[in-house]
């Protein structure tokens, strides 16, 4: 909504205050106005000129030369606009004017003869294009014949004139009018409020003569006006209100039309206009269309209506979409004598329906929507009519003709000194609520220290104790709320145990020198059934689709969030980020239905996508390509970080590496996996090596307890033994250290691994694995045969399971 | 005898002051004190000599030995400072050369803020909850006064999966499942981030998919001033302590009043500038007093219980304390972008 100052100053008085503090003040207050719009630039020295004399140029077809009293001076200007007339009045930039992009106005000679100033267009003096009246658009604007000369041309157009852009919440459908606006203003500058004059003069002619009028959907159109306006005279409509039309937005076109278009502003009330001559007959009928009925509306669209969709008809066929537009057969045009004007009110779910299906909107189905104040439904038309009379020369019969079961019922509602304060957290006083709800135009009754209050219908937002209660805060200002902390039992905030897993690995991640990310959950058909976890593959989800998506890029729920992050790595391969090392944790959503019924589940997982060098650092000739091991052991330190005990198991996965690939175990379960993506999806997606991880952290959850316990430091020494034993080369080494753990327990209490070695020494086909075995016994110094002992049991039982030997 | 034994000495003391390496050291420490050195060939002679003089000359002789032994100390120390010297200077590397580097991680940007913006909240007695992405039409619109056909619910908007799931619109769905399940009988103090998402086109200031944070406190007596007030103690937490706050009227379906709160520019320090488009003021969040209805349908009488929400955009509060003009970077996880935040708890507005 733009709210032309200058107009508003016709209801109230804001000469107190500057535009920008008024907005200011209407900010703090309750309607947020996002900014200030001079109408126009300022021009300076541009004044109301008489064309004493205009006759074509000596020297050019196409300019004019014309005489121009300008009331101090006459002056001769060339003017090339094809409208120029001898007799106009018209905007002259004097010598030394400056207009809108500081275009400065000299004297100067055209083809050899001295021209000593300009005459403007509107653009010319800043107003945009699309405001510009059609008649004037191509030359330039001709004042009413009464202006007087040398009037100053800025203050004749409202040039000066500021315009505030409201930014409407959806609830303040009162400030869709000037009078809401006024009433808002009025309230805040506490000051008087002036109404517009609704007089129209009686006639002996009466408009039941003329029309009836017949609504067969009552529920969405309980009231209907009809207004039968004689003797119109279709001409331009006054400067005022043209000005007023240009600075809301809205391009002059003629008077009746403009009128209709500045009460539609000023009442927030849309009228509509017919030709009564090419009505069709004298009946109007309201009701629901016809399945299939078609109607062309004046943007010249052949439209098919439905059921849903309320019409005006003439009895037999539809003349206008009800609230939304009017028909092309029946518009006012310049020819037109006779109109019949409406004042309805069109429910909000009647002209949604129709915007819906017709996908038109204007000004007037943006209030109907909203809905429309049933009091000032009738008084809209008669502010018409009193304007038509006035500038259209017209008469108005007798009337106006309704249908009416308009409920105009003003809800009350009931407010406390002591409930507001107590909700408020406030001490205002009863005197200081009545002065308030005074400025508002609240009326009320006063009990002791309950106020009823009688909501005004201009106030259709305003229902129950709570709304008021808004009323008086914003009224007495946010600014004046003391600020408190909340007096109820204070008690312990925190995060819950998923939350502290989440932060616990992003920090562990962070320190192994992984990125965070976040990617979209949105993904695309190509990436819905990629590189999802085998847990997960096990339970056969079902893609979720959009059936409303925005981008094909995203519209399915991802079942993993590998691809996303590929889609990233890839993203920064192309700007030469070569080395990534990213994980991420969020939810993929898992359903086993092909047709959703219920919320699929949400799995909170972490993923992750390591590519590129891990270490470069080239002076000391060092250097680190991301593989698998340097993957795993990230894992291995997180999952050590937070005392879950993990394995990991061979396995083969679609879009992985079939040789490099692992399920990752806890207790027996499997929970994710990790590995090398396959060099063909490597190859698809533009990417070079690269390792991802996927764990169900959902599962991980039931072995997480972030309460540590106390192991006390042992007392006795350790000791070592290291063994290096020679199998075939498939055996793997962690089968071997389960077995060395198994029969070593409880005495052995670490096993690492500090080699693996193939090559020239050993047979064809073998290898030779190294373990360190760590051996304590938190009661006592171990003895020697004890150590020898079980170190022959482990040798004994590696080699009857894996064919071994020990290499001495 | 006796001019032999301080001849002896001399000689010997002399030797050790020229000595220049340890070795050297050491043989004249076997010429002069070993078996078969010449201060214990010289007392061996000492049967020929009278009763009187023996322990005169012996005296004496222990002497020189203690002498030399002292000395060859002495000089061993200073010899081995200077070998270590030597050694230490030998092991001298160029520092300017560059230092193996260290992988570093960090968290996401949005991640950041909304840890800090957690830990702020959770210093005030709130927990921490998360609801599901994929909502029923009810929690996301009908518990929170958002009837279906209400004008304030843009179908537009809104990712629909079925007539009845979609993907949350917002954070809100969290306030009403988590006063349902406290049962209408306890007060509730939560603050819950998450991902939402809206039917729009991805652009510099549109995301598909962002995040929010939305608040609640219910309880017996809860005034719309310890609303100011919590917001209040968030916003210098957050931004600074010399930020002013303001309420602003506003409209949402699920509180009543509703408000909206700005904290003063920084930039300009109230003055107005582009930042904050001349007005003094930035938009930073939502907030109202919890509507009735929707205290209702969650089971909470309203007479006896009221209480306040807020809700706000980490993506916004990112863009606003960073300077970044452009949504998608969060999203795309370019690296050059990610690095540039590891370190930015704290900061200003
Ligand atoms: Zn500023």
Redesign the pocket.
Known sequence: MLVSVNWLNNYVDTSSVSPEELAELITKTGIEVDGIDYFAEQSSNVVVGHVDACEQHPNADKLNLCQVDVGEEKLQIICGAPNVRQGQKVAVAKPGAVLPGNVKIKKTKLRGVESNGMICSLQELGIAEKYVPKDVADGIFVFPKDTAIGADVQRLLNLDDAVLEFDLTPNRADALSMLGVAYETAAILDTELTLPDEHVHTDSEQASDYISVGVDAADLNPYYGAFIVKDIDIKPSPLWMRNALMAAGIRPINNVVDITNYVLLEYGQPLHAFDYDRFGSKHVVVRRAGDNERMTTLDGEERTLSSDNLVITNGQEPVALAGVMGGANTEVNDDTKTILLEAAYFSPQAVRATVRDTGLRSDSSARFEKGVDPNRVERAGLRACHLLEKYAGATVLTGPIVFDELDRTEKTVTITEKLINHRLGTVITSAEIETILNKLQFPFVKHDDMFTVTVPTRRGDIAIFEDMLEEVARMYGYDNLPYTLPEGSSQAGGLTKQQELKREISSYLQGAGLMETMTYSLTDEASIERLVSPELRAKEPKPVRLPMPMSEDHNYLRLSMVPELLKSVAYNRARSQMDISYFEMGNVFVTNEQTLSQQPSENLRLAGAMTGMWLRHPWQHEQKQVDFYLVKGVLEGLFAYLAIPISFEQTKLTDMHPGRCASILIDGRIVGFLGQTHPVLEKELDLGETFVFDIDLDQVMDFYTNTTSYEPIPKYPAIARDIAFIVDEDVLAGDIKETIEKEGAPLVKNVRIFDVYKGDNLPEGKKSIAYSLFYQDPEKTLQDDEVEQSYQTIVASVNEKFDSYVRS | MKEQLEAIRREALAKIDKAADLNTLQDIKVTYLGKKGSLTSVLRGMGSLSKEERPVVGELANNIREAITNEIAKKTDVLEKAALEEKLEKEAIDVTLPGRPVHVGGPHLLTSIIEEIEDLFIGMGFEVREGPEVETDYYNFEALNLPKGHPARDMQDTFYLTNELLLRTHTSPVQARTMQQYGGSQSVKMICPGKVYRRDTDDATHSHQFTQIEGLYVDKHVRMSDLKGVLNKFAKSMFGDDRKIRLRPSFFPFTEPSVEMDIS?K??EG???S??KQS?WIEILGAGMVHPNVLEMAGYDPEKYTGFAFGMGPERIAMLKYGIDDIRNFYTNDKRFLTQYHHVKGGTL
Do not use: I, K, Q
Request: glycine share 22%.
């Open positions: 520019c930039v300009c003055v107005g500038c930042v904050c003094g």
